[in-house]
C-alpha cells in the first residue's frame, strides 16, 4: 500500500529556513512525479512545487520561486523541499503527494495527485 510521510516542519523565525523531508513506501518514488502542497490557515490548498516523472524538471509557484527548492534521494526513496527566506506567509501544512501512475508531467494541480501524506506544520513568527 503506497503511504506518504512528511517531517521536518516546526517554528521558524523570518528570514530562516527549514528541510521538509517526504518518505515513501509501498512505491518506488523516482518513476513518479511528485508534488508539494499546502494549506494556510482559513485557505485552501495550494500547489508549490513539483518534479516531473519524465525528465526531473522542478517546477514552482510564484509565491515561492527563488525561496523553496525541490530534490529527489532516489537511494532513500524520499523527496525534499528546501524552505528559505521564509516568511509569516508561508505559513501552512506542508503534504506531499503522488499520482496514481504516470503523470507525464511536473503539475502543481491537486486534481492530479490521489496519494497524500498526513502533512507537516510550518510555522513562520518571531
Known amino acids: 500500500q503506497e503511504q506518504l510521510v512528511e517531517s521536518g516542519g516546526g517554528l521558524v523565525q523570518p528570514g530562516g529556513s527549514v528541510i521538509l523531508s517526504c518518505a515513501a513506501s509501498g512505491f518506488i518514488m523516482e518513476y513518479y512525479a511528485i508534488g508539494w502542497f499546502r494549506q494556510a490557515p482559513g485557505k485552501g490548498l495550494e500547489g508549490v512545487s513539483c518534479?516531473?516523472?519524465?525528465?526531473?524538471?522542478?517546477g514552482y509557484a510564484d509565491s515561492v520561486k527563488g525561496r523553496f527548492t525541490m530534490s529527489r534521494d532516489e537511494a532513500k526513496n524520499m523527496v525534499y523541499l528546501q524552505l528559505n527566506d521564509l516568511k509569516p506567509e508561508d505559513t501552512a501544512v506542508y503534504y506531499c503527494a503522488a499520482p496514481f501512475g504516470a503523470l507525464g508531467k511536473c503539475s502543481l494541480l491537486e486534481k492530479d495527485y490521489v496519494h497524500w501524506g498526513q502533512g507537516t506544520q510550518v510555522t513562520v513568527s518571531s
Open positions: 518534479v516531473s516523472d519524465v525528465d526531473e524538471r522542478a
